[in-house]
C-alpha cells in the first residue's frame, strides 16, 4: 500500500505518540537510565493549555494512500528564543523520526518545514546544539548548519535544578 508523509503542526492528541517517540529514541541512543522527567501531560499542559506556549512541534504523519490509517512517525521540538545581538530565533530542541522511518528523508521534511516557518515569520536564525561526531551533527551540517563551535568557539554550557538552586541560596 502506498503511503505519503504530511508534516502538520503537533496537536493535544499527539503528545502520547511524541512521548513514545522520545522514548525510543532514548534506547536508541543508549540513554535507558536518563531520567525522563517530561510526561504526555506535561508536554499536553505546556503546549496547550497555556498562553504563550513553553513550546512547539512539528510532526510527521504517514497517512496510507487511502486515509484510513494515520500514523505519527516523527516530530520536531522547537522553543523561541530572542538573541539580543539578532532578535527571534528558533531554537530546535530536536528531531526525532521513529527507527524504520529514518533514511527516507522525513528528517529534512521536518526541517524544512521549521525553515519556512522561520521564514514567514522573519526569524534571525535557527539554533540547535547536537552531540560532536553524530549522526545527527552530520544531518544538520548537510542541511546547512553552521558549527558554531568550529567557526566561533561557542561552547554550549547549563545550569540543571540542583545547581541552580544552589545558586540562588548562595
Not at 23 to 30: H, I
Not at 73 to 95: F, R, S, T
Request: with cysteine; charged share 30%; hydrophobic share 35%.
Amino acid at each position: 500500500m502506498t503511503q505519503i508523509v504530511q508534516i502538520r503542526t503537533a496537536e493535544r492528541s499527539d503528545c502520547d505518540k511524541v512521548i513514545s517517540l522520545r522514548d525510543e529514541l532514548t534506547v536508541f541512543k543508549n540513554m535507558q537510565g536518563f531520567n525522563k522527567k517530561i510526561s504526555a501531560r506535561d508536554l499536553e499542559h505546556d503546549g496547550f493549555d497555556i498562553q504563550p506556549p513553553l513550546y512547539h512541534c512539528l510532526v510527521a504523519e504517514e497517512i496510507s494512500k487511502h486515509g484510513d490509517s494515520r500514523d505519527v512517525v516523527g516530530y520536531a521540538m522547537y522553543i523561541i528564543g530572542y538573541p539580543i545581538w539578532q532578535g527571534k530565533d528558533i531554537a530546535l530542541q530536536e528531531i526525532c523520526v521513529k527507527e524504520c522511518y529514518r533514511r527516507r528523508s522525513i528528517g529534512k521534511q521536518l526541517l524544512q518545514e521549521l525553515a519556512k516557518i522561520a521564514i514567514e515569520g522573519n526569524y534571525a536564525r535557527i539554533s540547535v546544539d547536537s552531540l560532536e561526531n553524530s549522526a545527527a551533527a552530520d544531518f544538520y551540517v548537510k542541511n546547512y548548519g553552521i558549527d558554531m563551535t568550529l567557526s566561533e568557539e561557542w561552547h554550549t554550557l547549563r545550569l540543571e535544578k540542583d545547581e541552580f538552586h544552589q545558586l540562588a541560596q548562595c
